[in-house]
């Protein structure tokens, strides 16, 4: 999700200092040690005369000459085995581009560069290959309680799943009032809690055992859901359950508590996607403005959080608007789910998901709206395990074969 290296830059220009400290500012480098510093191949070669190098330097250069060539040469002398080099230049020509590549240097930019350029090169040098296999994190939080996250997560969790080609794994992080197990219908042996009493001895097999599936397409990994012996979590714990989730499959989604603990703040940060859930009212509207605005800054202005308004009823004349909240977070709603107390309830006492009960209902048509606003995949032809409407009910189709063998003996 993000890098945690010491990354060190010498600029030579204002627009270039711009762009890599924008760059600084994403996620993806909110755990690195930043320092960037101005002059360019002169001056990064006279500060490891007495200094390490990091992980990696960025290096800006005016020139493209023979002397560019022998001071990257110096350069290379006193560096670390392990640090990458990157080169910024002015010059665009393709056999400078070979020879820098052929010297060692991971990557020659020409001016002007983006920070998206810049952040492309640190993904290309850093992801881990096998990385591209593993899920994306989708990290869901009300921002007040009770607003409907969970409930917008798990639908949206399911509705993935059921568009056909993604595995997903639903973790519920609310670690004393989780309600995955319950609205899924599990009763599972082994909890998230299980998984952070001893996250040292944790690997892929282990936490594939914490898993409990749903069906061939969707797993939870449920909440203790239990106040007695409640054991605070700790970021680094949190981070490595992600990690081997991620590896089991392609969505992670994760229900976060309505709590503002220092592992919530990480994960909202680092998450593939940061998905605030708000009910349309003047204090959600400021909750929103409030998180939208840190975590903004935080995670960088191209990984800006997503916003889902749920509970919408325009009959209501004092729920706020869509426009409303855009004005004020500068975050266009992904997707407003409509209000039905009947649907969701009914849902919830069964143990199913909203498209379990009534697949053609509008807020159904949103969830998977916001599924593939988020994402998923649709498989080519007829989704797996598509619900099948039978005398006016809509099923599982587990369920539907049953109920289709009782209407033909009536
Ligand atoms: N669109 C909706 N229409 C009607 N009821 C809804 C809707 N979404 C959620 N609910 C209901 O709102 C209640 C709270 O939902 P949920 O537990 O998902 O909220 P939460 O934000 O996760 O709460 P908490 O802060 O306790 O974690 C539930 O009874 C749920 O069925
Ligand atoms: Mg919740």
Known sequence: MSYK????????????????????????????????????????????????????????????????????????????????????????????????????????????????QILET???????????????????????????????????????????????????????????ALSFNQDPKQTLGDALSNPERLDASLIERFISRVDDRLGVLAAPAAVRGFTPIEPEAMEKIIELVRGQANFVILDLPHMWLPWVKDVLVQADEAVLVAYPDLANLREAKNLSEYLSEQRGEGSKPKLVLNRVDPSRKTQLTAKDFQDATGLEPLQLIANDRVLFETAANNGQMAGDVNATHKA?????????????????????????????LVLPESVNRFWQALIKKG
């Open 122 to 180: 640190i993904d290309s040098i850093y992801s881990d290959p096998s990385a591209k296999q593993r899920g994306k994190v989708l990290a869901f939080f009300g921002v007040r309680g009770g607003v409907g996250s969970s409930t917008v997560a798990y639908n949206a969790a399911w509705a993935i799943s059921r568009l056909g080609n993604d595995d997903v794994v639903v973790v519920d992080a609310d670690m004393a009032f989780g309600t995955a």
């Open 5 to 116: 290296i010491t990354f060190e830059a010498f600029i030579l220009s204002a627009a270039t200092k711009a762009a890599v400290e924008e760059a600084c500012r994403d996620r993806r480098l909110s755990r690195s040690t930043v320092n960037i510093l101005d002059g360019g191949l002169p001056a990064a070669l006279s500060y490891y005369k007495s200094n390490h190098t990091p992980n990696l330097i960025l290096v800006e250069e005016g020139s493209a000459d023979s002397a560019m060539m022998d001071q990257l040469e110096s350069l290379a002398e006193v560096c670390d085995p392990t640090t990458k080099v990157v080169v910024i230049g002015q010059v665009n020509d393709i056999r400078l581009y070979r020879t820098l590549i052929s010297a060692g240097v991971s990557e020659y930019l020409i001016t002007p560069v983006t920070s998206r």
């Open 364 to 392: 159904v048509e949103s969830l998977k709206a916001l599924a593939t606003a988020l994402g998923a995949h649709a498989a080519q032809g007829k989704a797996r395990n598509a619900p099948v409407a039978v005398g006016g």
